[in-house]
């Protein structure tokens, strides 16, 4: 048994496709690596083993996220440790290449791994002279490397340039080493990612095509062409992660809201974000808010498709966790929540307030509406309509006017779509369809055969 099968435990945010990690030191007392705001599921891991957080590392100043070290350093006394070259604005022990802290028994080493961010370290842990594992945040990934763009276009190859020698510094380790990412499959951050979160340095280079090139002009070539969009507000994170997220007291709680406090924030210039599953959305909602179905991928597309400067009220369904709704939203910085609709929109309605609804039709049912592919470049590659628009759902509200006449809306499953229909809403575009399903059963429907990039 290794010390990743008894003494890390990887905290898996889906949504994020991103790991943080618990590392128990054996004495009551533990690491946390990369520690996001929202430390629920690190709270429970850490209460189950009777641990206190003494230590919380974090890789990089994050894009995708607002860490959680701060709350850790209040919280538990947790000692931050950071690249120096970070320049936080926060109390933290300031590390450079080679710097190591004694973790009581173990050891972690400082590696400077610029690529992903300027500042990027990797964290090397070590038993005496043994290495067991390397905590490699955005630089060496499993199947690829984090992205180098977060910096603007100007800086985008140059970065790559600097990952391209992090990665090889990391795997001139010993093959048995650990890695043990950050960022992973779904995340925003990764130029693509394999589906496995951990693996080996051997494994990675045996496996990882970034380690195979051959040279590094090579490499630059493969990793910037798999970087796709990203969420807007990945340009505000990192520097409110340097200047240090607020120190919570107590747990963010969604207030009540009766429809007339809705309609007074809707007059106001406020936002109204409907939670509830695209189906419920579709037959019935307020005019002018925004379908944001609450599942894993909730705080992302909140992040992408509204400013965080905006009061904001929800609408949910009786039986989804308010909970969720607040930590998706704090671990992004968005923090003016005004409240949710008691009662929903059984109360809306009730108080004589009108509602819209959203055609959700079935692939059989579609018509010959043109289709408004709303996936990812590299989804829309992979298999599409023939003839279909495609417009990514994160560039939709800037493109409206791109989208076609009385479209159907179509994602891989219907959410996003239901998302864009509501964006296409809000911009005064009316006979909207969208479609409960993906290209598949489209295609299927419509006796006809995916289009792909390789087919072009």
Same mark, same amino acid.
């Given at each position: 048994?290794?010390? &990743? ?54 890789? /990089? ?5 607002? +860490? ?14 950071? +690249? ?17 802290? *004694? ?32 905590? #490699? ?6 199947? #690829? ?20 020698? #992090?990665?090889?510094?990391?795997? &001139? ?43 590094? *002009? ?10 796709? #969009? ?33 309609? +007074? ?118 298999? /599409? ?72």
């Amino acid at each position: 048994m290794g010390f &990743a099968d008894d003494h890390l435990i990887p905290l898996v945010d889906q949504g994020l496709g991103n790991s943080a990690y618990l590392a128990d030191l054996g004495d009551g007392r533990a690491l946390a690596v990369d520690a996001c705001r929202d430390l629920r599921a690190l709270r429970r891991a850490a209460e189950r083993r009777g641990l206190t957080v003494a230590y919380a590392a974090d890789t /990089h100043l994050h894009a995708d996220f607002l +860490s959680g070290a701060v709350q850790l350093a209040h919280d538990d006394g947790a000692r931050v440790l950071a +690249s120096a070259a970070g320049r936080r604005d926060f109390p933290h022990t300031p590390l450079a290449d080679g710097d190591e802290t *004694d973790l009581g028994g173990l050891t972690l080493r400082a590696l400077a791994t610029p690529g992903h961010t300027d500042e990027h370290l990797s964290f090397l842990l070590l038993d005496g002279d043994r290495e067991l594992g390397v905590f #490699s945040g955005g630089s060496l990934i499993v199947g #690829s490397a984090a992205r180098t763009d977060l910096l603007g276009a100007a800086r985008t190859e140059e970065l790559a340039r600097a990952q391209y020698h #992090s990665l090889r510094r990391l795997a &001139a380790l010993p093959d048995e080493v650990a890695l043990w990412p950050t960022h992973g499959a779904g995340s925003f951050c990764s130029a693509p990612p394999g589906s496995e979160r951990t693996s080996t340095v051997g494994a990675q280079k045996r496996t990882n095509p970034l380690l195979s090139a051959p040279d590094e *002009d090579t490499f630059v070539r493969l990793l910037l062409n798999g970087l796709g #969009s990203y969420p807007d507000y990945f340009d505000r994170l990192a520097e409110a992660n340097r200047r240090g997220p607020a120190v919570l007291t107590s747990a963010p709680l969604l207030p009540s809201l009766d429809a007339g406090q809705v309609r +007074s924030l809707l007059a106001d210039g406020g936002q109204v974000v409907d939670v509830r599953p695209a189906a419920d959305y579709a037959a019935g909602h307020i005019r002018g808010a925004l379908s944001v179905p609450l599942r894993g991928q909730f705080a992302t597309w909140l992040g992408w498709l509204l400013p965080d400067t905006v009061p904001l009220a929800f609408v949910a369904g009786e039986d989804q966790d308010l909970d969720e709704i607040v930590w998706q939203a704090y671990k992004i910085g968005y923090e003016r929540l005004t409240g949710r609709l008691t009662g929903g929109m059984t109360a809306w309605l009730a108080d004589g307030n009108p509602r819209a609804t959203t055609a959700f039709v079935t692939a059989d049912h579609a018509g010959d509406r043109p289709y408004l592919d709303v996936r990812q470049d590299a989804e829309f590659a992979a298999g /599409h309509v023939p003839g279909a628009r495609h417009i990514e759902l994160g560039a939709l509200a800037a493109h409206a006017v791109e989208a076609p006449e009385g479209p159907i809306v179509a994602c891989g499953h219907g959410e996003r779509a239901m998302t864009a229909a509501s964006l296409l809403e809000r911009a005064g575009r009316t006979d909207i369809a969208v479609l409960d399903g993906g290209p598949a059963e489209y295609a299927a429907a419509h006796g006809r055969r995916l289009s792909r990039a390789a087919d072009a």
